[in-house]
């Protein structure tokens, strides 16, 4: 008996979520003796950059290469997952959470009967069921849910478990899925990706930046410090409401909600909207001339000062 992980990726490379939920599975594997953990991946993708997920603590990888699959058609993707499902004979099936693992993984729950809990932060408790502790209310509580199915969909919340990477390189194999017309009656016709060397979703640094920065003219500084950390931009509501930055950009509720392991927050006061969205982080760093901001409440580290003197500063040391 297997576990099952569904692989994500995009460009040609594998989702560094989907690694952490291989990871999550190999714990799992080792923790109620399910044997061997198999990964799954959709679509065009070259098998070299699939055997690197054996690093993360796969032991083999399936890979159904077929182009129709490779844009994410919903339908299709539960169909395939579900044979693949039958195919290794599992019981569980773990996967990042994501808005494609959202969606494949409620229509998958339907197909399998399976229970399926989300924002997964930690491996089960088994000593008296199935009692799965998962993150709720954007990170600010948590929650126990116990599964009583036979089978069980576990989706993982971002940065919440460690990433293995001193596993073997694993081997791929063929998958062969019979895949229904009926499953592409919905087509992808146009994909717009939010550009920019580092996605928001997907950065582990963050660099936001809101109305304290005055002007979009100002922005250059953030670009600065982001470049130099390897980070992601993000901005408040304020901000892309006024047209300095892209909505894209925009963390909160009413935007991104977002879990790096380090998010730096210059000139942003802290409404609750916006903390909602970034509450999850790893660690908070916050800048800011007013010594009340409510953003302080939040953040692990906070600095009160000119953020046009402070972040120069801060980029001229990290050089």
């Not at 953990?37 to 070299?48: C, K, M, S, W």
């Not at 182009?67 to 339908?75: A, E, F, H, K």
């Not at 009340?292 to 001229?316: C, N, R």
Request: charged share 20%; hydrophobic share 45%.
């Amino acid at each position: 008996m297997s576990i099952l992980v569904y692989i994500e990726h995009a460009e040609g490379k594998v989702k560094k979520t989907s690694l952490e939920a291989v990871s999550f599975a190999n714990a799992l594997a080792a923790q109620t003796e399910q044997g061997d953990v198999v990964a799954v991946a959709l679509g065009t993708i070259d098998n070299a950059e699939l055997s690197v997920v054996g690093k993360a603590g796969a032991t083999k990888v399936l890979h159904a290469d077929d182009s129709r699959l490779t844009d994410g058609v919903i339908q299709a993707h539960a169909t395939a997952l579900a044979q693949a499902f039958a195919t290794v004979g599992a019981k569980t099936l773990v996967l990042a959470k994501s808005s494609l693992g959202d969606a494949v993984a409620a229509r998958l729950a339907i197909k399998l009967n399976a229970g399926l809990v989300s924002n997964v932060v930690e491996l089960p408790n088994t000593t008296g069921g199935y009692v799965v502790k998962r993150s709720i209310y954007t990170g600010k509580a948590f929650a126990e849910t116990t599964i009583t199915t036979e089978n069980k969909i576990l989706a993982v919340k971002k940065n919440a478990v460690d990433w293995k990477t001193d596993g073997n390189e694993a081997p791929v194999e063929k998958l062969s899925v019979s895949l229904p017309d009926s499953d592409f009656a919905s087509k992808i016709t146009n994909t717009e990706r939010a550009t920019g060397e580092i996605l928001l979703p997907e950065a582990d640094i963050v660099v936001s930046g809101g109305r304290g920065m005055k002007g979009p003219e100002n922005w250059g500084m953030l670009e600065d410090l982001a470049g130099v950390l390897g980070a992601a931009l993000a901005c408040s509501r304020p901000v892309s409401d006024e047209g300095w930055r892209s909505h894209t950009e925009h963390v909160g509720q009413t935007g991104k909600i977002i879990a790096p392991n380090l998010y730096i927050a210059v000139g942003i006061s802290g409404a609750i909207q916006h903390v909602g969205g970034i509450s999850s982080s790893k660690c908070i760093v916050a800048i800011n001339k007013d010594p009340d901001a409510p953003i302080f409440e939040v953040a692990d580290y906070g600095i009160v000062g000119d953020a046009f003197k402070i972040v120069p500063e801060l980029t001229s040391a990290l050089k």
